[in-house]
């Protein structure tokens, strides 16, 4: 060893040793990951590590929810806007199977989560004690990776690996169950080490160039090349590398829910939305084009619909970094398997600028006839009572399409996917594969913390918001600025529209009653407002926009409104409803 | 696409809860595990499974890629029968009076190639190894002289054409993946991959 190596070997090195508990490791270790919020809930198993927190106060905020799946909800919606891990505490038992909901959310939607649960004493494992539950198992199917510390040094080097898991290749939900003996345990601190290789790890797989050359011969070759987009854009954060390929190759191209915002709304080549309540255009056109081209997305079954009959015509390029998503349900053709952030500029590189205007117009033609049977009637009703969509349309207008937009799950989450305009990434938080009740509101809190100089607004339903009320208490007590917009239609809406399609309109148990949502509002010392003219609609949300700090606005809408364009389960895309 | 035995090989990290997690991705599915094996490997401290279902190729093989996909596992083949050694073993213990007694017995048994594993005054236990069937005809012929216990084990299987595991991990250990450990070597073989 040359001194030169020896004297920067010994730089790196800690100057000494220290001794550290268990629980001082776990927040040592958050700040070198650049975690700045921790949102959590206290209990008996996790007491060490809220003492040791008490000291961290100025490195670390944490952010005290209601309840521990508002916790790591908020958690999502953090790591959603600000492309960060989201960090959730939760103590042992209920506070840890609290966490199932959201990790089972973040799981299937991707987000990089890192869950600390408390556990009972490594003595008392398995003897049924006080708030003792088999975390491991219970979370195993939900999280990308999770572990049980019973030992104090163990904690560094298993944190290093749970972020590094968390946010690298498809980010996931990592759960570190930690033992109170192994929290309150001192151990000779010998310095964080950050995780970059595991060796039964691949997160990014290597890039098959043959692959890459055949996807762009089949797309130079093509008549009617269609370019559909998923979440991988912005987990790759490749929004430019993907708008360059699409400009270049002159492409149509058609989001995913999850997709949502990595292209601006008003791109030129943007047609709409996939899917069950998805655009009418981008439906139809799926069983017209040549070639397919999937970008960070999974053909959900609510994007395909009908697999028999999705798409039979194309060919079809895949390209996504997780291997398992080639060929799990639609079968590629060429699949470009990798980084999008990789692969996408050498898929540019090799195609040939091409002039789509004639393919790209009949999308716009499909268009018209979507605006005239649906759209348009959606935002310029006639009706006495409002529609969802003209209430997000005025939203558009104020916000100009700056703002975060978070929705919960139901009708008015197709609503807003449908209608809300985005100007940039990272803007739409939704739960769009688990389809989570209860999510918005505190995945909003969440979002604001991960992105606190711009507007978040919460589209809710009057069926979500009651889930998870709770957290308005987080609101009150922490500041978020959190814009609260309930759209109430007095049902279960979305469940309500299918028992009218295809139950025979037998209503049973849509019918949902509310508080009065301002008064409970005002009881968490929140300024709030109710509607249910059209006149009041823009001064109201005006007045919620500027309001300086969180504002609730409840919107009374039609009580029988459906949905539509609509691809019925069962049927093909092709054969998407407009009434 | 027809349903046929694959056995599935995994190479894993030896840690704790790996089976559940494994185990986990066929029970989510409704598919049967009909024999499962771990055992160390050839290479030290790397775990290996072995795992038997009665599947098809397209199920087995999006199952393997759900099962890579997991953390602590390092790789996973599946195999039909014709491309594999097999073995299960199986454990007998049949009174000792009928031995004795029965000189079909006595014979079944060694045409089966059976050993002695224990002698007692009141029974004795035979051990056999082979292929499935064998041992369930042995078992049924046995089952007509007071079987007084039978167990068989989960097979455990070679791979005729691997060339084991020592190499791959070397690429494995590597930060830069390198194309040796063919992460996507399935896709090659994927029939309808547009060729130039």
Known sequence: MSTLEKTEKEQTAPATTQQLSGSQAVLEALIHEGVDTIFGYPGGAIMPIYDALYDYNDKLTHILVRHEQGGIHAAQGYARTSNRVGVAFA??????????????????????????????FASLLGTDAFQETDVINITTPVTKWNYQVTDATEIPGVLAKAFYIARTGRPGPVLIDITKNAQLQ????????????????????????????????????????????????????????????????????????????????????????????????????????????????RFDDRVTGRL????????????????????????????????????????????????????????RELEKEEIKEVI??????????????????????????????????????????????????????????????????????????????????????????????????????????????????????????????????????????????????????????????????????????????????????GKENNVFPMVAQGTSVSEIRLK | MEKQEYTITLYTENSIGMI???SGIFSRRKINIESLNTSPSEVDGIHRFTILITESE???????????????????????????????????????HVIAEKAYVERLLR????????????????????????????TEELGKYKLIEFVRGARIAIIKESAGFHSKLIQFEKTEPSPEIVENEFLDQQDNVFTM
């Open chain 1, 91 to 120: 103590t042992s038992g209920p506070g840890a199977t609290n966490l199932v909901t959201g990790l089972a959310d973040a799981m299937i939607d991707s987000n990089p989560i890192v869950c600390i649960t408390g556990q009972v």
């Open chain 1, 186 to 297: 001192l151990f000779d601190y010998k310095g964080y080490e950050f995780c970059n290789h595991i060796r039964s790890y691949r997160p990014k797989p290597i890039v098959r160039h043959e692959y890459v050359e055949q996807a762009a011969q089949l797309i130079n070759e093509a008549k009617k090349p269609f370019v559909i987009f998923g979440q991988g854009v912005i987990l790759g954060k490749a929004e430019q590398e993907f708008k360059n390929f699409i400009e270049k190759g002159g492409f149509p191209a058609a989001t995913t829910v999850m997709g949502l915002s990595a292209l601006e709304t008003d791109h030129p080549q943007h047609v709409g939305m996939l899917g069950m309540h998805g655009n009418y255009a981008p439906n139809v056109m799926t069983n017209e084009c040549d070639v397919l081209i999937a970008i960070g997305m």
């Open chain 1, 308 to 363: 028999d009959k999705y798409a039979k015509q194309a060919k079809v390029v895949h390209l996504d970094i997780d291997p398992a998503e080639i060929d799990k349900n639609v079968k590629a053709t060429v699949p470009v398997w990798g980084d999008c952030k990789e692969t996408l500029p050498l898929l540019t590189n090799l195609i040939s600028r091409v002039d789509h205007s004639n393919w790209l117009q009949e999308f």
């Open chain 1, 376 to 557: 348009y009637d959606e935002l310029n009703p006639t009706s006495d009572v409002m529609t969802m969509g003209e209430v997000i349309n005025v939203l558009n207008e104020l916000t100009g399409g700056n703002a975060v937009i978070v929705t919960d799950v139901g009708q008015h989450q197709m609503v807003t996917c449908r209608y809300a305009k985005f100007n940039s990434s990272n803007s739409n938080v939704t739960s769009g594969g688990l389809g989570t009740m209860g999510f918005g509101l505190p995945a909003a809190i969440g979002a604001w913390y991960g992105a606190p100089d711009r507007d978040v607004v919460a589209i809710i339903g009057d069926g979500g918001i009651q889930m998870t009320i709770q957290e308005l208490g987080t609101i009150m007590q922490f500041g978020a600025k959190v814009k609260i917009l309930i759209l109430n239609n007095e049902f279960l809406g979305m469940v309500r529209q299918w028992q009218q399609l295809f139950h025979d309109r037998r209503y049973s148990f849509v019918n949902i009653t509310s508080p009065d949502f301002v008064a409970v509002a005002k009881g968490y010392y929140i300024d709030g407002n109710k509607i249910s003219e059209r006149k009041d609609l823009r001064n109201a949300l005006k007045t919620m926009l500027d309001h300086d700090g969180s504002y609730l606005l409840e919107v009374m809408v």
């Open chain 2, 20 to 22: 559940g997690r494994i």
């Open chain 2, 58 to 96: 397209e199920v087995v093989r999006k199952l393997c890629r759900q099962i890579e996909k997991q953390v602590e596992v390092l790789k996973a083949y599946f195999n039909t029968n014709d491309e594999l050694i097999w073995q299960e073993q199986a454990l007998y213990k049949v009174p000792a």
């Open chain 2, 111 to 138: 045409q089966y190639g059976a050993n002695v594993v224990v002698i007692r005054n009141d029974y004795i236990v035979f051990e056999t190894a082979g292929h499935r069937e064998e041992i369930d005809r042995l």
